[in-house]
């Protein structure tokens, strides 16, 4: 089979963000388990982030998290990026680990606790200032966890608070992207638990806020691929989180528990034009690799929403609509298979070849010795989750 221009074209333009923290050492609650040669520094969470698009040619942005990327001159930050071919992309809030946040931060009662999360939001549009980043993505771990603990409404109107003042603070080029989850920490209310919380405070917040979705942030057997649709045709998808769940946010390789789930969420995204530069939607992984190496893991992640990608632009969009209107719900359903159960790797390998990249990324990274460079060079590696 070969890949019509179309499809050649949609595919060499796509861009999936690196998030800087899935490459130092993460773990559960229970254990980290150390890897060697793992980044002691943004700088080397860069620099990795940069082999994997070097091996990919489809991820050329790092996602930062402040604080735990914090330096001095993030200006410099985003020279050492375009020096490696990368650029800084999303940069993700943290208003989550700092003992004042025991009941929450910008939904706190305490309004000095308040303050103090906002302020760290607006350091935060100070860095993408600086880094030249379009994208703040906000993720509240706020919630309570029994009933009575505090006021739902009252939360809701602290939380609208903030977010109006960190609108205020944007330039206009740049954006809020606010992150729903159902719950975790909180586990009786979470202040900003499913999309269309995430999506009334965006409406009230004008076209420069827009939904995340974070893949593993639904209750079991949530129809994502809906929430994607309605959300693009709205005009209010700002962009993914994408990892894959067994369980809850189990943030695993993307499309390691469900590649059809992947497959239909990206039918959605193609259906509705989120593919192409100018509809803004940020293609992010938020993953955690916890026993596998990690630029492996995030160079297979990559791959994995490639194939989900390329599958979508098979789809034949005629035969569908025709199935569609015909009320054939049998051809209908072939048609969306036939893509799916289509092996698009060797037209993937031919689409490297001719950018000149290795056609088997895995295994030229493998063979690169790039993974026993870092190991020989880099000694006492990070944990991602709360070395600042
Ligand atoms: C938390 O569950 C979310 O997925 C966030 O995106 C989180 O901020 C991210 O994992 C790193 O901070
Ligand atoms: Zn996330
Ligand atoms: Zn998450």
């Known amino acids: 089979m070969t890949i019509s221009s179309d499809v050649r074209a949609v595919l060499s333009h796509q861009e999936i963000e690196l998030p800087s923290w899935a490459f130092g050492n993460s773990g559960t609650r229970f254990k980290v388990f150390g890897q060697a040669g793992v980044p002691r520094t943004p700088e080397e969470k860069i620099a990795d982030a940069a082999q994997v698009h070097r091996h990919t040619g489809i991820a050329p942005s790092v996602a930062l998290h402040i604080p735990w990327d914090r330096v001095d001159d993030y200006a410099a930050l985003a020279e050492h990026a375009r020096e490696l071919g990368v650029r800084i992309g999303t940069i993700n809030a943290n208003v989550f680990q700092d003992d004042d946040y025991r009941l929450g931060s910008v939904t706190n009662p305490d309004p000095a606790v308040r303050r103090k999360a906002l302020d760290h939001l607006l350091e935060c549009v100070d860095v993408m200032d600086a880094t030249g980043s379009r994208d703040l993505k906000l993720w509240f771990a706020d919630g309570t966890n029994y009933p009575g603990q505090d006021d739902i409404r009252a939360r809701q109107d602290r939380l609208a608070e903030a977010l109006a003042a960190v609108r205020d603070r944007l330039g206009p080029q740049q954006r809020i992207l606010l992150e729903y989850k159902l719950f975790e920490p909180a586990f009786y209310t979470t202040d900003v638990p499913d999309w269309g919380t995430a999506y009334a405070h965006c409406l009230r917040l004008g076209e420069q806020a827009q939904v995340v979705v974070d893949t593993g ?18 005009g209010r998808l700002g962009g993914f989180d ?30 509705g034009g989120g593919l192409a530069p100018e509809a803004g939607i940020a293609f992010m992984l938020d993953q955690c690799h916890n026993i596998e190496p990690k630029i492996p893991g995030q160079i297979r992640s990559v791959l994995n929403v490639q194939e989900a990608t390329a599958k979508a632009l098979l789809v034949d969009a005629h035969a569908l609509a025709a199935a569609q209107s015909a009320g054939d719900v049998l051809g209908a359903n072939a048609v969306l298979m036939d893509a799916y159960n289509t092996d698009v790797r060797p037209l993937l390998a031919e689409l490297r070849a001719d950018q000149g990249l290795d056609p088997d990324p895995m295994a030229a990274y493998a063979a690169s010795g790039y993974a026993e460079k870092i190991v020989a060079e880099r000694v006492g590696g990070r944990q991602a989750s709360w070395g600042a």
């Not at 189990?250 to 390691?256: H, I, K, P």
């Open 217 to 234: 942030h639904h209750a079991p057997g949530t129809n994502i691929e809906f929430i994607v649709a309605f959300l693009l045709r709205e």
């Open 242 to 271: 994408f990892n894959s769940r067994f369980y809850a946010d189990d943030d695993l390789m993307v499309g390691a528990a469900d590649p059809f789930q992947l497959f239909r969420i990206l039918h959605e995204v193609v259906r």
